[in-house]
């Protein structure tokens, strides 16, 4: 199993990044695949997940109503859609596949500052 994620940046606060995880190994058709985020000096901290086939998301309450999960079964590809980023957003983002044990991508980095 491989993930790429790929998108991050530097934004101003109030800005937006999409976010996007490929995958091998793996079809989100049948695994559900998670976000998380980890700044430095912090634990790494889940941000949101989407079920297997899109079928439904959950969002930490840090990012409810801002972030946006959705995929892509063609592209075998996970999106991250960050709206009304707040400097509090950033760090480095991952996203994750459990199958057969945890996979982690290599991570991109989401800095929000003026």
């Known amino acids: 199993v491989q993930l790429v994620e790929s998108g991050g940046g530097l934004v101003q606060p109030g800005g937006s990044l999409r976010l996007s995880c490929v995958a091998s190994?793996?079809?989100?058709?049948?695994?559900?695949m998670h976000w998380y985020r980890q700044a430095p000096g912090k634990e790494r901290e889940w941000v949101g997940s989407?079920?297997?086939?899109?079928?439904?998301?959950v969002y930490a309450d840090s990012v409810k109503g801002r972030f946006t999960i959705s995929s892509d079964s063609a592209k075998n590809t996970v999106y991250l859609q960050m709206d009304s980023l707040k400097p509090e957003d950033a760090a480095v983002y991952y996203c994750?596949?459990?199958?057969?044990?945890?996979?982690w991508g290599q991570g991109t980095q989401v800095t929000v500052s003026s």
């Open positions: 190994g793996v079809t989100f058709s049948s695994s559900g």
């Open positions: 989407i079920t297997s086939g899109g079928r439904s998301t």
């Open positions: 994750n596949v459990w199958y057969f044990g945890a996979h």
